[in-house]
């Protein structure tokens, strides 16, 4: 067989819940769309999932949606590779071993973090531009709560680079959120290949078809669609429900002048036009906010209509996949198989550089 010199594409998704709008657009419909120009690797990232505790029962349930759910959105086994990472040992031991780089403070200083781990003390947020560092540090160390901030969630980072080091991958789709960890991810490669003086990781980027990170808004006003948040748009959404969610989503009362600036709630709602729609009823609806004469329930329905456009095909092959549970079995072996391959090689050269060495 000839050698597969194809770039190395690597993205992974936390078995946290169904998909999102925000997870569409930020990552599978990249993963798409990538599939036959490179070798593509995409995984569920069950062992990230674990951080935040997650019910037993649940996380083997949240990991098969989530297969079906790349499987219904047109991800193919045979041409990408799909597989759980927890079923790629080689990917704990190197976590074990390269979390021997990594200092603790410039995990402590990642901005996802320090949300997580003030969300699992019930701290609040801090104020906005507020130099907060070094009281953090001091809140997280001294809490004086018999609630805790569990390891995993500050070493997080060193998982997520390992997932895609020990695959050498160079494109990584993701959305805007997860760029603070991919330049952490170059960081500790270039850090182990000078502090052992090799040559052994590449650096990996984001990867966006038009060169920008997406990141999708929720209907409900400010920030991003997000599971956390509870704002989300399901792919697996039954269309009456998602379009009661559109229906709801925060306004303002309208444009009073020709040309007035849009408030945030309202931007969210072209955003996600922008994302669903074509140029032409993009193009309507700003003409009709920049003359004043837009409604906002015409827009709502309109876009409710054209996400159900992208989410209705997905949702229904979503149950046909998961009732194949052999189906399933299938793909995650052969995923497995074919992931743990290069990992394998990965590994045994980083041991080999480090000094584990046989008899
Ligand atoms: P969530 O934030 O809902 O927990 P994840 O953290 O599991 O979702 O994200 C999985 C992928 O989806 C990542 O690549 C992430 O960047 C992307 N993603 C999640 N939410 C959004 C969003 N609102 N906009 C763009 N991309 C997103
Ligand atoms: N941290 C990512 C998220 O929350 C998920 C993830 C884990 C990932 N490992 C990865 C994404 C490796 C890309 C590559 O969305």
């Known amino acids: 067989m000839a050698e597969n010199k194809k770039e190395i594409v690597l993205s992974g998704i936390r078995s946290t819940g169904n998909l999102h709008l925000g997870n569409y657009y930020g990552a599978l419909s990249k993963f ?35 297969l079906a759910e790349y499987l ?68 997280i160390i001294g809490a004086s709560t018999n609630k805790r901030v569990n390891a995993g969630l500050l070493t997080y980072p060193t998982l ?39 040559d052994l990781f590449p650096e990996p980027y984001n ?8 990141k999708v808004p929720g209907l409900d006003g400010s920030g991003k669609m997000g599971k956390s948040e509870g704002n989300c748009l399901y792919l697996v959404d039954d269309p009456k429900v998602l379009r009661k969610k559109v229906m709801r989503a925060t306004t303002d009362e309208g444009p009073k002048e020709p040309n007035s600036p849009m408030s945030e709630p309202v931007a969210n709602l072209f955003t996600l036009l922008e994302l669903t729609s074509t140029p032409d009823v993009v193009k309507h609806f700003r003409d009709a906010y920049a003359d004043c004469s837009i409604r906002y329930g015409d827009l709502k329905k309109q876009l409710a209509e054209d996400i159900l456009a992208v989410t209705t095909p997905i949702r229904e092959r979503v149950n046909d996949i998961l009732a194949d549970e052999a189906y399933l079995r299938r793909v995650v072996a052969q995923g497995a198989e074919r992931a743990r391959e290069r990992a394998a090689a990965t590994l045994g050269e980083v041991r080999r550089i480090m000094g584990i060495r046989g008899f």
């Open 72 to 139: 219904a959105a047109g991800i193919d086994p045979e041409k990408s590779t799909i597989f759980v990472q927890s079923d790629v040992p080689e990917i704990s031991e190197m976590y074990l071993l390269l979390n021997m780089h990594v200092g603790i403070g410039e995990l402590m200083r990642t901005t996802s973090f320090k949300d997580k781990a003030r969300k699992a003390l019930g701290i609040g947020a801090p104020e906005q531009g507020a130099d907060d560092d070094e009281a953090f540090e001091k809140e």
């Open 207 to 214: 990867f966006n078809f038009d060169g920008k990170p997406v």
């Open 32 to 66: 798409v769309r990538l599939q036959d120009d490179y070798d593509c690797n995409f995984f569920i990232a069950d062992l990230h999932a674990l951080t935040t505790n997650p019910d037993p029962a649940q996380l083997h349930a949240n990991v098969k949606n989530i």
């Open 160 to 198: 997520m680079a390992v997932d895609i080091l020990i695959q050498k991958a160079t494109k990584v789709p993701v959305g805007k959120d997860q760029e603070q960890h991919l330049e952490l991810t170059r960081r500790f490669a270039r850090r182990f290949n000078s502090f052992y003086g090799v």
